[in-house]
């Protein structure tokens, strides 16, 4: 169980990772397609 949980942090913890990388590349279209 502790282990399961250990993993469950880690996949959140990556999940978040690609989150914000999905986000700041959002950013970057939108500033390249407003100019």
Known sequence: LATFIVEKEA????DSMIVAHLDSLKESFDYYFSE
């Open 11 to 14: 996949t959140l913890d990556e």
